[in-house]
Structures are given as C-alpha cells and as structure tokens.
C-alpha cells in the first residue's frame, strides 16, 4: 500500500485542536492550559478549531461544523499538526462529508486514538495518508503535572522527527487511574503508578507485516465499508477501552462480540500478526479469561499474537504510525520492531 507522508516538525509550527467526537473541552479547562503550555514548550503554535472547545451533548458541535474545523486545519499551510482533542464514538458521522481530495493534497500529522480510529482508517483508505494511533490533547497532553516522559519520548521521535519507532520496548511503569477532571482532582496530585509487566507472548511466530492500530469497537463501525482500507498482511495492534463508564474496562462479553465480528468480517484471513495492548482497568482474572476468548477464536490462524503493549487507553502511550513496517519474532528478544 502506498503511503502519503507529511513533512516533519519544523519550530513555529501549528498546532490545530479539533474535537471530531465528544466535547469536552468547555468544562475541563485546566486541562486546556497545560496542554496548550505542553505542545507550546515543544515548539508549536496551538490553534484551538472553531468549534473544537464547544459541548452538544454526547457530540462537540454539528456535522458540518466539526467537518469545517477538520478542513480549516488541512487547508492551514503553516500548520504541521492536527491533533483531536479526545475520542468519543461519533467521528463516523463525518466519513461522508469529508473532502479528501482536500485532504490528500494537504498531508498533514494527524493524531488521537479510541474513537479517533474511524478518522485514521478513513484517511488511509480514501487517500493513503500515514496519519499516527497517538496521544490526545485533553487525555496525554493534559496530564498533571507534566506529560509522562515515555510518551512524550515516543510522540516527539515519531510524529515530530519521523524517526520511526524502533523495538518497542514496555515503559517501567503504567497507570490507568482515572482522578475526577471536573473537580480538578486531576491537578491535586499525579496518577499512581505500578509496574509494568511486560509484553507476554500467547501464539509463538515469526512474521512481516504493516501497522493497522485501532479500538475495539471503533473498527467496527467501518468493517467492510469503503472507509476500511486493505487488510492484506496487516498486524493489528488492538486498544481496548473502557466499558460502561471510565471506572470499568469492556466486559469480556462484550469484547468477545466485538472480536467475533472482526473474524466474521473475514479480516484474520489476512491478517500478519496480532498485538493486543494492555486491556484498560482488567485485573489479572480478565486477562486470563481474555487470552482464552483470542486464543479461541483464533485458533485456525498460524499467525503470532501478543499481549500488553503500551497502547491507547492506559498510560504511558506509544504512537504508532499507520502503514509502518511491522517485523514480530516472538523466538528473539526483539519481539516487535516498527520501521
């Protein structure tokens, strides 16, 4: 698959905050300003989209003004970055009014995740754009008291030098506490973190593919719709998210639906590999009852999985460029390396 590339970060730079899904932006405002000082201090000039700090319920704005903000940033000659504000589950409401011509001929570092991954599919398959399974400017940027440094690290090497992410090595530590954004306890102290245990291997293989990142079960909005892009020798890297609220993971019941569907949409025919990060609030139990659904359902595919990469909705993150090499050898040290 051809990949389209946006130049690299240069100093001065802007930086346009949309907000495609939800709107939280209104009611989080400390959140704004330190991640406002955060991308400031790495060189850009933030631009806050027109309707990205508005709140319509469940959504930031109307269609047509999140598709303007969309379009103002990849028609801005001086901006580098396009960078979501947070996810949400609406960003497929926009996949038909999108000018992708507009797109195409304007390529720029577009990154978020969860929801977000709708928008980044979309991209690679109507105009071959390498856009980034990355940080969000609330959730990343937004942290307190500073941006962990394994995502800072991983963001600043991939998205603003492009030097590729190398072996992906798990940071030493992780947290997926969540402190109230809306009573500000998210800035009375930071999250706690516990050790890290590592990338586990639950199929042994050796294998070449490229990089297909996405939330379950955001992919599933698109399977099969001509917002998918080609699945032929992919190794999906899959987040999972919350569940019911921001205090619980996805119940195995529902992951194990959602993960059905991707074998019923014939995906794991093609599929190179598959690299599952650390599933968000699941206890140890979970995880044990986890590797058993995958196990299961992949059971008639030879190719490799793994387990608990830093993706997506616990934190720290890696970013994760669309279209990359992917080499698996779950037999040497280096398991993953992206080109």
Not at 231 to 255: C, N, T, W
């Amino acid at each position: 698959m051809d990949t389209l590339q946006a130049a690299p970060f240069k100093k001065g730079d802007k930086a346009h905050i949309i907000s495609p899904s939800a709107g939280l932006m209104p009611f989080v405002k400390q959140r704004v300003q330190r991640a406002k000082a955060n991308l400031e201090k790495l060189g850009y000039q933030v631009v806050i989209g027109k309707s990205a700090a508005s709140n319509l319920g469940y959504v930031s704005a109307k269609i047509d003004e999140r598709i303007e903000d969309i379009h103002t940033a990849f028609k801005d000659k001086s901006c580098s970055l396009i960078l979501c504000s947070i996810g949400g589950n609406h960003s497929n409401q926009l996949l038909s009014n999108l000018n992708y011509k507009l797109i195409k001929d304007n390529p720029k570092a577009f990154c978020g995740y969860s929801d977000i991954t709708v928008l980044h599919l979309a991209f690679l398959a109507k105009t071959g754009l390498q856009t980034f399974y990355g940080p969000t400017f609330l959730n990343q940027f937004g942290e307190y008291p500073e941006v962990l440094p394994y995502t800072l690290d991983h963001f600043k090497r991939v998205v603003m030098q492009r030097q590729g992410t190398g072996v992906l090595k798990s940071g030493e530590k992780y947290t997926d506490e969540i402190l109230d954004w809306f009573t500000n306890e998210d800035a009375k102290r930071p999250r706690k973190l516990v050790r890290n245990k590592g990338l586990e291997t639950w199929k042994q293989g050796k294998t070449e593919g490229w990089c297909l990142p996405f939330t379950i079960p955001s992919i599933n909005h698109i399977l099969n719709t001509p917002y998918m892009p080609s699945r032929k020798q992919a190794v999906l890297f899959i987040d999972i998210p919350e569940g019911g609220s921001m205090h619980e993971g996805l119940s195995i019941s529902d992951f194990d639906s959602w993960f059905s569907d991707l074998g019923n949409s014939g995906i794991f025919k093609q599929t190179a590999g598959i690299v599952i990060g650390r599933a968000y609030k699941y206890s140890e139990e979970m995880v044990v009852e986890l590797q058993k659904i995958v196990s299961e359902r992949t059971l008639s595919y030879e190719f490799p999985v793994i387990y608990g990469i830093d993706m997506g909705h616990t934190d720290p993150m890696t970013t994760l460029p669309y279209n990359a090499k992917v080499v698996i050898d779950t037999y040497a040290n280096n398991l993953i390396t992206l080109e």
